[in-house]
């Protein structure tokens, strides 16, 4: 969540113009008699508006947003089925905490956790430990957590003195949530950089960072930057000979914020998941390929024992306990019914359908987007229905970034950044190819990129801008 300050400084002090800021209808019924002056922006009114009117003037001003549908960069559902949001407008008043209050919401949630156990292969999927969250922010919190206390706890001797600092071991490539939990729960972040065409993470590079201190490695079933799979079974063998070799025990947790809901359906041979021993945890975002609204995400644990007994809350629930984990308390169960209707509605068939469809449309896109001549794949959507691509060597009039600010003219929100450390040369466009973005609007996006080729191509060289602005589309 954004951090905001107060008042908007920039607003001009003269109340005149308060008059000229609202539509006369917005008035009760009679448009003549209108309102006096529009409401303050920044404190509370001394008085209430009729309900109409409210909404009239809120709904005004989100006209201005962007339209979701087309911004190709959020991995975040932007569609769903009107009889979902029926189901969420239903449940929006119930609070996920409330097990007690809300049995069934609570059993809801119970059985997404085992059909996501059996999904991802959890050795006693009946038995399986996870939970919701908000999101897969959350859900990597959690799952940081857990490795870190069950390192103090085999390292008790040592920590918390200044003879021990825990470690994280992960890809420059990791999503922004990362770097949050080193940072709030005073964990090392050693960083992988990338390598030439190599945009994720090295799994020998991993263990040669790896030590006595290492709470565990990140790998990434899914990279924001390009949409590649990190290769989690070789990680895992890598981090075996390390253990043959040195006697270090590190986990694996696999951050499948959006590959978790995709591998499984489209790449059933690809060992990613609970079958591979040293994988202790996996999170997903259900608003993500989970084909949910924002925000849910979930979080699993390879067995009880990966996930430290302390860490979990016990609450009334039927006269007995519910064990809890999540650091929100009060959340809203609407994301969670609709997770399972999602998973009732579709079934394995129906989710491989729609996942096989975003694939088709993003390889389709990328290769019609290659065929233009102006620009060079990095990927081509066969992992996540994702694809990242820069201009080609002989392109010197225009750059990446005023492709970007050319489609937002038409309304779409193509992102383009600076990749990390060691690639800090290399800037792409990125595409995120998600349910609801069909082959027709794929077409529509290829047609307004061509007809901006020709003024592109016409520029003297890229505009000067500022390219910090871009960091914010890693999500």
Request: net charge negative; aromatic share 8%.
């Given at each position: 969540?954004a951090?905001?300050s107060g008042?908007?400084r920039?607003?001009?002090?003269?109340?005149?113009?308060?008059?000229?800021?609202v539509?006369?209808?917005?008035?009760m019924?009679?448009?003549?008699?209108?309102?006096?002056?529009?409401?303050?922006?920044?404190?509370?009114a001394?008085g209430?508006l009729?309900?109409?009117?409210a909404?009239?003037?809120v709904?005004?001003?989100?006209?201005?947003d962007g339209?979701?549908?087309?911004?190709?960069?959020?991995?975040?559902?932007?569609?769903?089925?009107?009889q979902?949001?029926?189901?969420?407008?239903?449940?929006?008043d119930k609070?996920?905490?409330d097990k007690?209050?809300?049995p069934r919401t609570?059993e809801?949630?119970?059985?997404?956790?085992?059909?996501?156990?059996e999904l991802?292969?959890?050795?006693d999927?009946?038995?399986?430990?996870?939970?919701s969250?908000?999101?897969s922010?959350e859900?990597c919190m959690?799952?940081?957590?857990?490795?870190?206390r069950r390192?103090?706890?085999?390292?008790a001797?040592?920590?918390p003195?200044?003879?021990a600092?825990p470690n994280?071991?992960?890809?420059?490539n990791?999503?922004?949530c990362?770097?949050?939990?080193?940072?709030?729960?005073?964990?090392?972040?050693?960083l992988?950089?990338?390598?030439?065409?190599?945009f994720?993470?090295d799994p020998?590079?991993?263990?040669?960072?790896?030590d006595e201190?290492t709470?565990?490695?990140?790998?990434i079933?899914?990279?924001?930057?390009d949409g590649?799979?990190?290769?989690?079974?070789?990680?895992c063998?890598?981090?075996?000979?390390l253990?043959?070799?040195?006697g270090?025990d590190?986990p694996v947790?696999v951050?499948g914020?959006?590959?978790?809901?995709?591998?499984?359906?489209?790449?059933?041979?690809l060992?990613w998941?609970?079958?591979?021993?040293?994988?202790?945890?996996?999170?997903?975002s259900?608003?993500?390929?989970g084909?949910?609204?924002p925000?849910?995400?979930?979080?699993?644990w390879?067995?009880?024992?990966h996930l430290?007994?302390e860490?979990?809350?016990?609450?009334?629930?039927l006269g007995?306990e519910?064990?809890?984990?999540?650091?929100?308390?009060s959340?809203?169960?609407?994301?969670?019914v609709?997770q399972?209707?999602?998973?009732?509605?579709?079934?394995?068939?129906?989710?491989?359908a729609?996942?096989q469809a975003?694939?088709?449309?993003?390889?389709?896109?990328?290769?019609?987007?290659?065929a233009l001549?102006?620009f060079?794949?990095?990927?081509?959507?066969d992992d996540?229905?994702?694809?990242?691509f820069t201009?080609?060597?002989d392109?010197?009039?225009?750059?990446?970034?005023?492709?970007?600010?050319?489609?937002r003219?038409y309304?779409?929100?193509v992102p383009?950044y600076?990749?990390?450390?060691?690639?800090?040369?290399?800037?792409?466009l990125?595409v995120?190819?998600?349910?609801?973005?069909?082959?027709?609007?794929?077409g529509?996006?290829?047609?307004?990129?061509?007809?901006?080729?020709p003024?592109?191509?016409r520029?003297s060289?890229?505009?000067?801008?500022?390219?910090?602005?871009t960091?914010?589309?890693?999500?």
């Amino acid at each position: 969540m954004a951090v905001h300050s107060g008042a908007d400084r920039q607003r001009p002090a003269d109340r005149s113009l308060d008059r000229l800021t609202v539509n006369p209808f917005h008035g009760m019924a009679d448009p003549a008699a209108g309102m006096a002056s529009a409401p303050p922006t920044h404190r509370l009114a001394d008085g209430p508006l009729p309900p109409d009117t409210a909404y009239r003037l809120v709904h005004d001003e989100l006209m201005l947003d962007g339209n979701s549908r087309l911004n190709l960069a959020t991995f975040v559902t932007t569609w769903m089925e009107p009889q979902a949001g029926v189901l969420m407008a239903e449940c929006r008043d119930k609070n996920m905490i409330d097990k007690d209050e809300y049995p069934r919401t609570a059993e809801l949630e119970r059985r997404c956790v085992a059909m996501l156990a059996e999904l991802w292969n959890a050795p006693d999927p009946a038995r399986a430990v996870g939970c919701s969250t908000t999101g897969s922010s959350e859900a990597c919190m959690l799952a940081g957590l857990a490795l870190k206390r069950r390192w103090a706890k085999r390292n008790a001797d040592r920590y918390p003195s200044a003879q021990a600092r825990p470690n994280l071991v992960m890809g420059v490539n990791v999503q922004v949530c990362w770097e949050k939990f080193c940072n709030f729960w005073e964990v090392e972040a050693r960083l992988v950089p990338m390598e030439g065409e190599r945009f994720h993470l090295d799994p020998q590079a991993a263990a040669d960072l790896c030590d006595e201190n290492t709470i565990g490695v990140v790998g990434i079933l899914g990279s924001t930057f390009d949409g590649s799979y990190e290769p989690v079974a070789e990680l895992c063998a890598v981090l075996d000979a390390l253990q043959e070799r040195t006697g270090l025990d590190v986990p694996v947790h696999v951050d499948g914020a959006s590959g978790a809901m995709v591998a499984p359906f489209l790449d059933p041979g690809l060992v990613w998941d609970f079958r591979l021993e040293r994988v202790a945890s996996i999170n997903t975002s259900g608003h993500k390929y989970g084909l949910v609204y924002p925000g849910v995400g979930w979080a699993l644990w390879r067995t009880a024992e990966h996930l430290p007994e302390e860490l979990v809350f016990r609450v009334n629930y039927l006269g007995g306990e519910m064990p809890t984990f999540a650091l929100n308390f009060s959340r809203p169960g609407a994301q969670v019914v609709a997770q399972y209707y999602t998973f009732l509605r579709l079934g394995f068939e129906g989710y491989r359908a729609v996942q096989q469809a975003s694939r088709d449309v993003a390889r389709s896109l990328a290769d019609r987007i290659e065929a233009l001549g102006d620009f060079r794949l990095l990927t081509r959507g066969d992992d996540l229905p994702v694809f990242a691509f820069t201009t080609a060597e002989d392109v010197t009039a225009y750059d990446v970034f005023d492709v970007s600010r050319r489609l937002r003219e038409y309304g779409w929100l193509v992102p383009a950044y600076t990749y990390p450390p060691n690639r800090e040369d290399l800037s792409v466009l990125r595409v995120v190819c998600r349910n609801g973005f069909t082959a027709d609007l794929a077409g529509l996006l290829l047609d307004q990129l061509g007809q901006l080729l020709p003024q592109l191509r016409r520029q003297s060289g890229p505009l000067d801008g500022d390219r910090t602005r871009t960091a914010g589309f890693h999500h």
